[in-house]
């Protein structure tokens, strides 16, 4: 189990890095497929490729999430926006000793297809961030190389 979530948080430090902005004629129509199967009320506002994955971002409830889904159209994670005061107290704890100078800006909950949850804390300073990803336990994974890079809103 902790193997698995491990390797999804490296998945996601390597993806991250590599997203590119995709118009929707260029996303394979099994990827649309996957989302209109698993979220049928929901509009595309944005598509990214991820090294061979898809991410889908929308709303739903006036809530921002993004999906990811492999080429033939098979669901793998969705990231869910939460608040920052919804993570667990370990990670902000853990992010509060470990990443002095750093203000936590942003917070999300990841669930896998298998439904195990992960929690990421973006910490920021100025224009440079990165990610910290927790297990479902509130235990520090990994953290993403830090980035100056403008984030899209």
């Known amino acids: ?60 409830n006036k809530v921002e999430y993004s999906a990811v889904f492999t080429a033939d159209g098979t669901f793998k994670e969705l990231e869910q926006e939460i608040k920052t005061s919804e993570l667990p107290k370990t990670v902000t704890d853990y992010c509060t000793k470990t990443f002095v100078g750093y203000k936590l800006s942003e917070a999300a909950k990841i669930m896998d297809a298998n439904e195990n949850v992960m929690f990421e804390a973006e910490m920021s300073k100025g224009k440079e961030h990165f990610d910290a990803i927790f297990d479902s336990q509130g235990s520090f994974l990994k953290k993403s190389t830090p980035s100056s890079k403008e984030e899209k809103d």
Do not use: R
């Open 1 to 60: 189990m902790k193997s698995t979530i491990a390797t999804i948080a490296l998945c996601l430090g390597f993806t991250i890095a590599n997203a590119q902005d995709l118009k929707e004629a260029e996303v394979p129509e099994k990827v649309k497929a996957g989302f209109a199967s698993k979220y049928p009320n929901s509009k595309v506002e944005e598509w990214e490729k991820e090294g061979d994955e898809y991410e889908a971002e929308f709303h739903l």
